[in-house]
């Protein structure tokens, strides 16, 4: 099934000409539990990976060790609570039986600290071919991360991309290794994709202040940051959104060019005001909850923030630069 972003509420170029000049398209992701295989796009799903490349492990001494959990674990209660909300999609409360309750995880423990101490495979994120991506730089693009917390970086995984030409792996990994334990939030779930392309414009406060300006006292419904500039959900290319901090130059380490957005990782589809729902997705009322139509992937950043990851244009080779938003 394709999902469709419904039109915007105002075509906003037809009311301010000036933003022609600032307007990128981007592609919503439009993830959805499934079964992707590596020759699919996906989030979360299996990577297209050479039998004879080692998987990337993390090593980093940052780990915050917060709480701690088995993957199979993290698995176990999402199928437990995911045949609950079904239930309830055939008009039975939300409730849990007894044999559930006993069989439900307790994820308040944590698995001992220790573990977390030791290399931990990075597990998938993304796995993007440029057939259903226009504009990626690479034929295939892959995005891990390590599941866990790093203190050096906004408390947030670490991301590694890796970009490859599909033809090249002639041998596929069959048994990737899986981290010992994971912070629950950065295991998503495996997903099918659905690109689609929507027309987006610049952060208001990264527009000309006059433009900004004019916008702002246009703008009484509030409609340019929620409904108009940035779309919401997992996305490449595009803008970013810069709601918890002043934006802050993202530049390369490198060569010192200004980067531009590669992913964002969200962790909701869409908002209570449902703008960004597809109309596929319109009768699927519940949202914000586990396993609920808006969080298809049950990644989680901080308190339902975004991940916005960046690359330079100059070179692939130059280091990815990450912000938490
Ligand atoms: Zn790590
Ligand atoms: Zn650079």
Redesign the pocket.
Known sequence: MTRTTPPRPVDIAQVFPELREHTLVATRLHPRPGAPTVNDSSVGGPLLWPADEPWPMCDASSHDTATLLRPQTVRRRRAILGAAWARTRRGEPLQITDEERAALPDTDASEPHYLARQPIAMVPVAQLYRRDVPGLTTDLLQVLWCPLDHDDLEYCPRILLRRRRAADVTTVLQDPPEPVVVNDDYLPEPCVVHPEQVREYQYADLLPPGLAGRIREWDEDDLYFGALSVASGWKVGGFANWNLSDPRPMD??????A?RLLLRVDSAEWDGEGSWRPVEDADNGEFLSLQSPSTPTAVVIGRGYSLWIFT????DD?PHRTAMQ
């Open positions: 390369c380490e490198e060569c010192g060019t980067m330079c244009p100059v070179s130059h």
